[in-house]
């Protein structure tokens, strides 16, 4: 019975590339020993397991597992490799597989388990390989952070001391954490805008709320005492549930959509018409507005937080 492990694409991948771009690179170092100094000196560490496993500081029979699929090198040793090889970790750990090169990965695939020295690197097409070690791609790894915005810190001292000031938990996380991002999604996908009503109705409902609001304290709100509110405001004899225009009434036919006066059962025949009515915009009305205001009040405390933390990193 067989109980070998069946390697991955990538698993397999990454063994070949492993093997071949450490001959690959000492074959560069033999390639300049005439020179003095030779440019490639860096690579002579690649001649064997060895001399490999010195530089990385790993045992011997450590790489010889990798190379058979046996084990694979955690992140601290993929950073050593790809130090030692001088690659970007994504050339280890993954590949693009284009249109082009999507032959050349199958064909990668069946070295994966070759001897090292039975390769012949000048019959494998490996001019779409990007090498070269990347160190904002390397933070990327580690910490999530876009390699652009590390690039940009690392050419930029300002920027960067910014970014540390910011980013640091005593700093960002009164600011943003679980519990004031959660609130401000809610809040952001919240319509605030009153679209089940004209604009004029609109108008009115947001008068009276404004006015609502200016006399009553934040922790008193609630949708019965505006709901008493509007019902003061808008009496029974202000509106119209007729179809027609009536003088000096709101005729909620035209203020409202046709679906949601039909979907309330308004009319005038309806003795329950203005009971509903009151009902629908205190609840509607309510909800969207009460949240726009608390909206605001976020976005001030937000922006004077900001403002007191900005002052900060500028004292220090």
Same mark, same amino acid.
């Given at each position: 019975?067989?109980?070998?492990?069946?390697?991955?694409?990538?698993?397999?991948?990454?063994?070949?590339?492993?093997?071949?771009?450490?001959?690959?690179?000492?074959?560069?170092?033999?390639?300049?020993?005439?020179?003095?100094?030779?440019?490639?000196?860096?690579?002579?560490?690649?001649?064997?397991?060895?001399?490999?496993?010195?530089?990385?500081?790993?045992?011997?029979?450590?790489?010889?597992?990798?190379?058979?699929?046996?084990?694979?090198?955690?992140?601290?040793?993929?950073?050593?490799?790809?130090?030692?090889?001088?690659?970007?970790?994504?050339?280890?750990?993954?590949?693009?597989?284009?249109?082009?090169?999507?032959?050349?990965?199958?064909?990668?695939?069946?070295?994966?388990?070759?001897?090292?020295?039975?390769?012949?690197?000048?019959?494998?097409?490996?001019?779409?390989?990007?090498?070269?070690?990347?160190?904002?791609?390397?933070?990327?790894?580690?910490?999530?952070?876009?390699?652009?915005?590390?690039?940009?810190?690392?050419?930029?001292?300002?920027?960067?001391?910014?970014?540390?000031?910011?980013?640091?938990?005593?700093?960002?996380?009164?600011?943003?954490?679980?519990?004031?991002? #959660?609130?401000?999604? %809610?809040? $952001?996908?919240? @319509?605030?805008? !009153?679209?089940?009503?004209?604009? +004029? &109705?609109?108008?009115?409902?947001?008068?009276?709320?404004?006015?609502?609001?200016?006399?009553?304290?934040?922790?008193?709100?609630?949708?019965?005492?505006?709901?008493?509110?509007?019902?003061?405001?808008?009496?029974?004899?202000?509106?119209?549930?007729?179809?027609?225009?009536?003088?000096?009434?709101?005729?909620?036919?035209?203020?409202?959509?046709?679906?949601?006066?039909?979907?309330?059962?308004?009319?005038?025949?309806?003795?329950?018409?203005?009971?509903?009515?009151?009902?629908?915009?205190? #609840?509607?009305?309510? %909800?969207? $507005?009460?949240? @726009?205001?608390? !909206?605001?009040?976020?976005?001030? +405390? &937000?922006?004077?937080?900001?403002?007191?933390?900005?002052?900060?990193?500028?004292?220090?």
């Amino acid at each position: 019975m067989n109980d070998k492990k069946e390697l991955t694409y990538y698993e397999k991948l990454f063994i070949f590339k492993f093997k071949l771009l450490r001959k690959w690179r000492y074959q560069l170092y033999l390639n300049h020993q005439s020179e003095s100094p030779n440019p490639y000196e860096r690579f002579s560490c690649c001649h064997t397991q060895d001399t490999f496993a010195e530089k990385i500081n790993v045992e011997r029979r450590t790489i010889g597992r990798w190379e058979k699929g046996k084990t694979f090198p955690s992140l601290d040793k993929i950073i050593a490799i790809c130090q030692a090889l001088d690659c970007d970790i994504n050339f280890l750990l993954t590949y693009e597989i284009t249109e082009k090169n999507s032959n050349a990965f199958d064909n990668y695939i069946n070295f994966y388990d070759e001897d090292i020295d039975k390769i012949d690197i000048k019959k494998i097409d490996i001019s779409d390989w990007k090498t070269g070690f990347d160190p904002s791609m390397l933070a990327y790894k580690y910490s999530g952070i876009s390699p652009d915005i590390i690039t940009y810190a690392i050419n930029n001292d300002d920027y960067l001391k910014c970014l540390n000031f910011f980013m640091h938990p005593d700093n960002c996380s009164t600011l943003f954490n679980d519990i004031m991002l #959660t609130s401000w999604k %809610n809040f $952001l996908s919240t @319509n605030g805008h !009153l679209d089940d009503l004209s604009e +004029t &109705l609109k108008s009115i409902i947001i008068n009276i709320f404004h006015r609502y609001q200016a006399v009553t304290p934040l922790g008193s709100f609630n949708k019965e005492s505006y709901k008493a509110w509007i019902k003061e405001e808008l009496p029974p004899n202000k509106l119209s549930f007729s179809s027609h225009m009536i003088a000096d009434r709101i005729c909620l036919a035209k203020c409202l959509s046709s679906e949601r006066f039909t979907e309330l059962g308004l009319s005038d025949e309806n003795s329950k018409s203005y009971d509903i009515f009151l009902e629908y915009i205190a #609840t509607y009305s309510f %909800n969207v $507005l009460t949240d @726009n205001l608390i !909206l605001n009040i976020q976005k001030d +405390t &937000l922006g004077k937080s900001f403002v007191q933390l900005f002052e900060k990193f500028l004292s220090e």
